[in-house]
């Protein structure tokens, strides 16, 4: 490919072994170090830096010398228990909302004889399988409040939700947090809550809800909202009446908003301390309807006498296990599979973000250990399709490759996916989508390969998938093209996260940055610097950590858990047919 010199790390006479660095090259915003493919002496260097060079064009010419030294593979190297620093903060900002960090909220609610959210939530899923949607959400409310104190106190805005097995049974779990806001429901808390009825609906899977809480929250700033009527949630959980089982849970309080999902259930199961009502103390005193004590409202006698509550249980322990006895499928995943130690996968992605890496190792890694068979690997180098298992699952696997044109997808990768996505639907298998693009290729000569209709295929055939897709945001998420690798939107797959290096943004951050400001930058007294100072300050607000903050991905995960996301998130067994026509396979 073309690219300009960067640097020359070796002169003439120089002795070199296989595999050290000659030069290092740039395209397409990326660096690439082209190494010594055997060992030998320097005699001549033909490029300096800032050189332009082609395709053919001689760098450096080496005689052999047999007793030069090999150079070590620097990541072979890596040690896989290693904690980086990106991945570092992503455990600790996760850290922020479990129970072991906020001790005297979990003093108070085990001193009422209850439990917390997430106690709850390991109690009644199969250990090992839940997978939390909005771990780094916190409460709209920045304009009142420092982000340090949002998340040590707002942790998840107080809805603690995800996807997790019951008995081998893929169900939505959601929780609200009483220890956050009084379990109330703030503007983050309910787009949580619908992301997550929208895939009960999607994906026919059961809910099981633990309402307790004291219904809407008046304290969020960051909104434009005016009266919260137009909210979908209780629409959302009201149309999954009679298409999926769905269990409430009610222990303490649970009043207004709360209360109102929980009704809309097909099972209402609460604790003998429980009070339930549609309205709490201070609604009903707003109303002038007198001043009342929680425990005055809704106890258990009255609501289990009069046909509110199905099923009356001593504690949180008995409510779990009879919402438990409530859902009966989805089958354990299939044995009999090896895979690679998944550690390996935290140094996969270098720490340089200009620099390439072997995605096909990553796919390697992740999948089950010798089930790789690669599809067209030598047409559409941008994106590599395959066919693996997964915990002796079959998926579809397509990757951005970002050791071609830095991973942008060409018109022939386009084309090459969108085969691929069609012949996965037509077959059943699930998508596994892992993204690290720039975006659509642009320019002249690519407009000459009527990329307006071959990059679209892959929006057409995305949106009508019948097969469930996951997108794993490894690094670059960037404009169009990242769209596409998630089936047109990052709300289109079942689970869009990312790992501790991802970025994303509209466009590429050098780009976006020289259109959006090219006065400011022509007017500074030392552009380049300005340049690199705006780039730095878009990279870190479009940093995946910042994005699940605003619930633009679902969660940033541990590289080492992608399978455990994967498997958990896509649904066991044959995947339901809803009766459409059958579909064909494009032939090209």
Request: proline share 5%; with cysteine.
């Amino acid at each position: 490919m073309h690219g300009t010199v960067v640097s020359v790390e070796v002169a003439a006479g120089d002795r070199v072994g296989a595999g050290d660095p000659l030069v290092v090259l740039e395209a397409m915003k990326m660096e690439h170090v082209v190494q010594a493919e055997a060992a030998g002496i320097v005699r001549a260097v033909a490029v300096a830096p800032e050189d332009a060079v082609a395709p053919g064009d001689p760098l450096v010419t080496l005689d052999p010398a047999e007793d030069a030294e090999t150079r070590a593979d620097e990541e072979a190297a890596a040690d896989p228990g290693a904690i980086r620093a990106d991945l570092a903060e992503v455990r600790r900002r996760h850290e922020t909302g479990l129970d072991a960090a906020r001790p005297e909220a979990v003093a108070k609610r085990h001193a009422r004889g209850l439990r917390t959210a997430r106690e709850n939530i390991a109690d009644l899923c199969d250990p090992g399988t839940f997978s939390e949607y909005g771990a780094l959400a916190i409460a709209a409310q920045r304009q009142r409040r420092s982000l340090e104190e949002l998340m040590e106190r707002t942790p998840a805005d107080g809805m603690v939700c995800g996807i997790g097995e019951v008995d081998g049974a893929r169900c939505v779990v959601m929780s609200y947090d009483y220890t956050v806001l009084a379990g109330t429901q703030g503007y983050q808390n309910h787009r949580k809550t619908d992301r997550m009825l929208d895939l009960a609906h999607r994906e026919r899977l059961p809910v099981v809800l633990f309402a307790e809480g004291g219904g809407g929250r008046p304290g969020d700033t960051d909104t434009t909202t005016v009266s919260g009527l137009d909210v979908t949630t209780f629409h959302a959980m009201g149309r999954l009446s009679g298409r999926v089982p769905t269990a409430g849970i009610a222990a303490g309080r649970c009043f207004a908003g709360n209360a109102a999902l929980l009704g809309c259930c097909d099972v209402v199961i609460a604790t003998r301390d429980a009070n339930i009502g549609m309205g709490g103390p201070a609604m009903i005193e707003g109303g002038g309807l007198g001043v009342f004590a929680p425990e005055q409202i809704g106890p258990i006698e009255v609501q289990g006498a009069n046909g509110v509550v199905d099923v009356v249980v001593d504690d949180e322990a008995a409510a779990v296990a009879a919402a438990r006895r409530y859902l009966s499928y989805f089958g354990p995943s299939p044995a009999g599979w090896e895979h690679a130690d998944q550690r390996l996968l935290r140094h996969a992605v270098p720490e340089n973000r200009r620099r390439p890496y072997d995605v096909r190792a990553v796919i390697g890694l992740l999948a089950d250990t010798g089930s790789v068979l690669e599809l067209r690997g030598g047409f559409g180098a941008g994106i590599i399709t395959a066919l693996a298992r997964i915990e002796g699952r079959p998926y579809g696997l397509m990757a951005s490759n970002p050791a071609h044109l830095g991973g942008a997808i060409d018109r022939d990768a386009a084309d090459k996916a969108a085969r691929f996505l069609q012949l996965c639907d037509a077959h059943g298998l699930p998508v596994v989508s892992l993204c690290d693009t720039p975006g659509f290729m642009v320019g002249p000569d690519a407009e000459a390969t009527a990329t307006v209709r071959h990059f679209s295929r892959l929006f057409v055939i995305g949106a009508n998938l019948r097969v469930p897709l996951v997108t794993v945001v490894l690094r670059k998420g960037y404009g169009l093209g990242a769209q596409a690798m998630a089936g047109g939107s990052f709300k289109a797959p079942l689970a869009t996260v990312a790992w501790p290096t991802g970025e994303i943004g509209g466009m590429g951050l050098e780009g976006a940055v020289r259109l959006g400001f090219r006065k400011e930058l022509a007017a500074a007294e030392d552009p380049e610097a300005m340049f690199e100072q705006m780039v730095a300050a878009a990279y870190d607000h479009g940093k995946a950590l910042n994005a699940a903050t605003a619930f633009e991905l679902d969660d940033v995960i541990d590289p080492a858990g992608t399978r455990r996301w994967i498997t958990s998130v896509m649904p066991a067994g044959p995947l339901p047919r809803d009766g459409r026509a059958h579909r064909w396979i494009d032939t090209w």
